[in-house]
């Protein structure tokens, strides 16, 4: 019996480590878990016998888990030729301060959050075809041989080699690393500027070739494309602020990194994070679709309770 506890203990205590491949692989914590699920239920369903003879059951599970994204990248980029407007990773709130449970704020608690989930990072992944985004990952992220990356994508070690080279001219080289008080000061500055509707500071704030994505995905109002240049961004977000009165941005992390994220009547409305070159911010990504901030609401309801508290 303890010998049992313990393999099923082991196995279930695969799950952070393929829930942070899943979602690296698919930038959705929903299809993450699903995954993460399904490949859960596909080792419970082998016969005990064939469990057994299967020397590392992580190893296993990742390259089941690995081989559901595969085909999951392949049918999501059908699906995302039809999402309205553009489409961006889910926001990941900071780790710590969500309730437990099997809900997404308890998911996004298991990812660890390094430079392989910021969202300049992610939305790089994404131009990437399905081959190359899982050969890339694991090898480059998470340092699987390739010998074992043939074995989820079903082709010779050398082809994934070629794959995750490929993959690796889609990245380009990495700037001067940014200190994390510069970003936040930039964050912040943004905030304030953003606060008190002064579009000539959110342009000196803007890099001039600054780029800004919004996600709406057609449930709720957001830029279609993508909006380019400081001037433009700029006067756009004092517009969204003057249609939005009672607006309330808080200073968060997402994904990492220094960010924003905006409360109307106590529910998280938008979550917006920042790339920061220089001192200035160089891309915006905001994320409207009430579908993607689920993991968001927990903070909603705590800074209801802040201001209920006498």
Sequence with gaps: MGAARAGIEGIAGERGQLINVAYRLLGSLAESEDAVQEAYARWYALPRSRRDEIVSPGAWL?????????????SARVRRERYVGAWLPDPLPG?????????PADLADRIVQDESVTMAFLVVLETMTPAERVSFVLHDVFRYPFAEIAEVLGRTPAACKQLAASARRRVPDAPAPVPADVRSD???????AWQNKDIAALVDLLDPAAVMTADGGGLVGAALRPIEGGTRIAPYMVAIADRAPGLELL????????????????????????????GRVVRIWVVRNPE???????????EEEVRDVP
Excluded at 186 to 192: D, F, Q, W
Excluded at 296 to 301: I, Q
């Design 95 to 103: 780790p710590g301060g969500h309730s437990q449970g099997s809900d």
């Design 62 to 74: 990742t390259t089941v888990t690995g081989r559901i994204c595969l085909d999951v990248l392949g």
């Design 292 to 302: 993607k901030l689920q993991p968001w609401a927990a903070l909603g309801a705590a």
């Design 186 to 192: 930039a964050v912040r500055r943004v905030k304030e």
């Design 251 to 278: 200073e968060r992390t997402v994904n990492g990194a220094p960010g924003l994220v905006a409360l109307r009547d106590g529910a998280v409305v938008t979550v917006a994070s920042f790339d920061v070159a220089e």
